[in-house]
Every structure is written in C-alpha cells, then in structure tokens.
C-alpha cells in the first residue's frame, strides 16, 4: 500500500512541497523585510524515502500505536510526515518571530493554508534528549486531474545551532526503530550539549541585537538627525564592499572598512520615512564620507547624496 500511495501522489507532493516552501518563504520575506534576509530560509525539503514509510508503517502496527491500513488514504493519515520542509533561522529571536507570523497566518479563515493539528512547541518544552524545535503539520491544497487533493506538510522550525544538535548528537541512530539504544552517557551528554547551544543561541541573540542597535536607522526611534561631525573631521572617498537594507560596508583608502548606518542616508537624502540602503548604495559605488571612529564601530557617514537615489518603495509597517 505504501507503494500505491507514492505512485499515486508523489506529484501532488512534490506540487505541495513548492507551495508550501513558497509561503513559509513569503512568511520570512515580510518578517524580515528590512534586515538581513539570509536570518530565515526553507530551502531544505524532502518526501521521505518510500522504504523508511513502510518500515515506520510496520513498527507503528506491531507496537499497536494504529490498526492495519487497508487503503492508501490510511497510509496517509498514518504517516503525517512524508513531506517536511526545515526552516533555519539564525538565533531563536528569528525562530520565535517566525513562528509566531506562521501562527498568525494559519490561523487567518482568509489563508489557504491551516494547520492540521495543534503545533508542537519542543522549543518551549524541550523533549528529554534535550530535543529543540517547533513542529506544525500543514495542510496544503493542491489541484489534481482528480480534483483538490489536500497535502499534509509537516515543517519543523529550528535554529541553526539546534539543527547541528542532531547531526553532533546523531541522533537519527537513535531513533525509536534504529539499530542502536541510547545510553546513560550517551542520552546525558546529549541533554547537556543541547543546554550549552541553547546558551551559545542566546548569546548570538544578544549580539544579534547589538548589531541591530549599530545599524539601526536612527538612533532614538524614528527621529531624523545627522551624524555630528567630528571635532577633527577626516573625510576620504571610499569604495562599498557590502550592501543591505539596514546598512553597507566601504572600504577606505587605509584598507580599512567602516559602516554605513541607514541613519546616515536618511541623513543626506533628507528622509524621514524607513529607507532600505541597498536601494542607495551598490557594491562598487564610491562614495565620499566622514569617518567616525567611535568605541563602538568605525562609521563612514556620507557627505553628500549618495550615487543611486531612486524612488523610495512602499514598505509594510
């Protein structure tokens, strides 16, 4: 059955799979509108292999957790994993932002994607391995020849840190069905370094932060002011090595690079709306700037307006 199953929907799967990837990616589009875009990705999807299914299937039945299938559909709402899709976001500010948009959205009657169950937050309830992660189930529409088909697409949130837990852990040998049984040691060690990743999230969340306090678009809220000029004010012309929404990076002519904070281009454009410096500034524009070297960071702070000034985007608030 697990064969027929395949055969008849793995193209309604693979269809899923891009529809769902597609939304969880919209998801972090808008989320992360105005930083780094690279914080959050659901590239990584699979449809599981047809062998794993019929095995997880006959464990499930000997161990009586189901009654026998006795059709394809059965198969199915047997295994509500078979499609998956990872989403990785860099620090858990990231996976918690994320998860709560995703929640956000499934929970809209306007959506046409829900969720299939409850989701499973092993994030806030770690599982006793030590264990991470959000777990939700969608439910994806897909049209076939034989009318709407809905897809079951479970998606599992995770930071990249509690990613890695699991291929330092090799935690898929010991998995209820694999070939090994975990130990005392084994099952402590794994515990204590899931605790120490948790910590080390939390201390990329706080530098996270602090990098955002750096490039922020301005410095108390959303309140236009230029960039004092320094006492002894050194000004070059520098070449943009970097460029994103929040801020770019130019190298100067002593090779040293300095940043480019968002604040000051609002600054020279005279702008008082959310800006994205990358639609101002591109890789290998020069530009001529005021440097600033504060306890904080080396800031370049642009003299005058910069090469590329189009029209300011309608940005979500």
């Keep these: 059955m697990v064969e027929e199953l395949y055969l008849q929907r793995r193209r309604a799967w693979e269809a899923a799979l891009v529809t769902a990837q597609n939304f969880l990616e919209t998801i972090a589009d808008e989320i992360l509108e105005d930083v780094d875009r690279d914080r959050l990705n659901a590239q990584t999807a699979r449809i599981k292999d047809p062998g794993r299914s019929a095995d997880k ?32 976001g860099k620090t858990p500010r990231d996976q918690l932002t994320f998860v709560a948009a995703l929640e956000r959205a499934c929970n809209d009657p306007e959506c046409s994607v829900r969720f299939a169950q409850p989701p499973t937050d092993y994030v806030a309830f770690p599982k006793p391995s030590g264990y991470r992660a959000y777990h939700a189930v969608l439910v994806v ?5 034989q009318g709407d088909l809905d897809v079951k697409v479970e998606v599992q949130v995770k930071t990249r840190l509690q990613d890695a837990w699991g291929e330092l852990t090799h935690e898929d040998m010991y998995k209820p069905g694999e070939a090994l049984k975990p130990t005392k040691k084994h099952t402590d060690y794994a515990a204590h370094m899931a605790h120490l990743l948790d910590q080390v999230d939390a201390m990329a969340d706080d530098l996270a932060a602090q990098l955002d306090s750096l490039t922020a678009a301005s410095k108390e809220g959303n309140v236009l002011s230029a960039d004092p000029i320094p006492k002894d004010p050194d000004f070059i012309h520098a070449r943009v090595t970097r460029t994103g929404p929040r801020y770019a990076l130019a190298v100067g002519p002593d090779g040293r690079r300095g940043l480019v904070p968002a604040r000051s281009v609002k600054a020279v454009i005279g702008s008082t709306d959310r800006i994205a410096v990358n639609d101002y500034l591109e890789v290998g524009d020069y530009i001529d700037v005021v440097v600033e070297d504060s306890e904080d960071a080396l800031y370049y702070h642009l003299t005058s307006r910069p090469p590329r000034l189009k029209p300011a985007k309608k940005r979500k608030r």
């Design 57 to 88: 299937l006959r464990r499930y039945v000997s161990e009586g957790r189901i009654t026998e299938p006795t059709d394809a559909d059965a198969v199915a709402e047997a295994l509500p994993d078979l499609v998956g899709v990872k989403v990785l």
């Design 141 to 145: 529409r897909v049209a076939t020849h």
